[in-house]
């Protein structure tokens, strides 16, 4: 039951308050501790009137209560992310310092910086649950985006190109990543699954189709390691959600028997080069041509030096130097040092992240920040893992150091959301004490 005088209180206190959010909270909990205040100056013999008076000059001046609400109610700012991102997306230029490459141009690399840290900044001003509102339209987008792309590929239309082998989209000249469509997939799966009450195996199965669909009809051009990373995505989405364990278990069981018989499959279909890097990699053969990028790689690890080499002999002969083995040139001409610092840099936002996730405990949130790790952490350690020699080489690019504008906009995106959680995560605190 709310007071004329309680009003006009409480509208003198959220006055003073800029975040919408944050005012609504504080008006529901003012207004709650002037009800709690007003009955016990009744039980103390005040009059009704006496008792509101008694209620809220209590509460002191709503200017000044008002002022310190605006402070402790406000959306938040992770410095510390922003500080990591920052300093990766500068050591994204640190390739241009130390050697001379044709395919890289400075100016380009300014450009993609910058619209990164536009696309992260906008994507972390806007609440994360308001895109999350919009699940099904991101995997209507992802259903446009199969049908195209299936279309492409049997008429051969203009707006395709192929890279690695792979056949992706090229939108008015821009080569658009398929981690774009992973990032549709991965709204639209936490969408689904936080916005949809799952009670029954059969409310799984639009997340079998979602997962699989994909990988079945594009796989091919998708390739082996994005569609790894759909159903990474897909697993670790599930695996964080608020389902039963019963329906987690009988979709991680039955994900379990479809991903070994897809293994076995892959395995007797294998493509011949693909099986050739494998079988480099496992050290059981010696192809010439799948083994020579291997033992480059091993000759400049074997022959980096803590502060880093002038010798510039190998640098045309490294195929992919500014994308997949970009890291390679911090390595070997950068010296130890500023790998170290380098990799420490993105283990960091990762650190940052797993204390992020730790401290939700909100669905919606939880949920993205675990597939958001999911997203920047697989790349970041298979490249790394293949320069050193400890995976197959493959066409994996170190996220925001590799040279491609679209890829690192992508990276900054999967950022902005992220930052995006931590803005709020004031607020989604406060919702979970208000529902307990």
Wanted: hydrophobic share 55%; charged share 15%; net charge positive.
């Amino acid at each position: 039951m709310t007071t004329k005088s309680f009003d006009a209180f409480l509208t003198r206190v959220t006055e003073q308050m800029k975040s919408k959010e944050g005012k609504h909270l504080v008006q529901k909990e003012l207004h709650s501790h002037l009800l709690q205040s007003k009955k016990a100056n009744m039980r103390a013999g005040y009059s009704e009137g006496e008792a509101e008076v008694n209620a809220i000059s209590r509460m002191g001046d709503p200017v000044q209560l008002g002022k310190k609400m605006n402070k402790l109610h406000r959306p938040l700012i992770d410095w510390w992310m922003l500080a990591l991102v920052g300093g990766l997306f500068l050591l994204s230029f640190v390739p241009f310092l130390l050697v001379d490459i044709q395919a890289m141009r400075v100016e380009l690399q300014l450009l993609s910086v910058f619209i990164s840290f536009i696309f992260m900044f906008s994507l972390m001003l806007i609440d994360f649950r308001k895109i999350l509102t919009k699940w099904k339209w991101f995997l209507g987008v992802a259903i446009f985006y199969i049908i195209f792309f299936c279309l492409g590929t049997i008429t051969e239309l203009p707006y395709m190109y192929y890279s690695f082998g792979l056949l992706k989209f090229e939108i008015f000249g821009v080569r658009i990543p398929h981690q774009w469509f992973l990032m549709l997939i991965f709204i639209g799966l936490v969408g689904y699954i936080s916005n949809v009450q799952i009670n029954s195996y059969k409310q799984l199965i639009p997340l079998f189709i979602i997962m699989w669909f994909p990988i079945l009809l594009i796989g091919k051009h998708l390739g082996p390691f994005l569609s790894i990373l759909l159903v990474m995505i897909t697993l670790t989405v599930v695996a964080f959600s608020s389902l039963t364990k019963k329906l987690k278990k009988q979709f991680l069981t039955w994900n379990g028997v479809i991903i070994w018989a897809s293994l076995l499959w892959a395995i007797i279909s294998l493509e011949p080069h693909r099986y050739s890097r494998i079988a480099v990699w496992l050290k059981v053969d010696s192809d010439p041509g799948e083994s020579y990028v291997p033992n480059l790689l091993r000759d400049i690890i074997q022959s980096s030096t803590l502060w880093g080499q002038t010798d510039m002999t190998w640098v045309n002969a490294m195929p992919d130097i500014h994308t997949v083995t970009a890291l390679t040139i911090v390595i070997y001409y950068g010296g130890w040092l500023l790998t170290a610092f380098l990799i420490t840099v993105f283990i960091g936002i990762i650190v940052r992240l797993v204390f992020l996730l730790v401290q939700m405990q909100h669905q919606q949130a939880r949920l993205m920040i675990a597939g958001g790790m999911v997203l920047l952490t697989f790349p970041f350690v298979y490249n790394t893992l293949m320069i050193f020699g400890l995976l197959p080489y493959s066409a994996v690019n170190f996220p925001i150091l590799s040279y491609g504008g679209a890829e690192r906009i992508y990276y900054s995106a999967v950022i902005g959301l992220m930052l995006s959680v931590y803005r709020q995560k004031l607020f989604l605190r406060k919702l979970l004490v208000n529902v307990k």
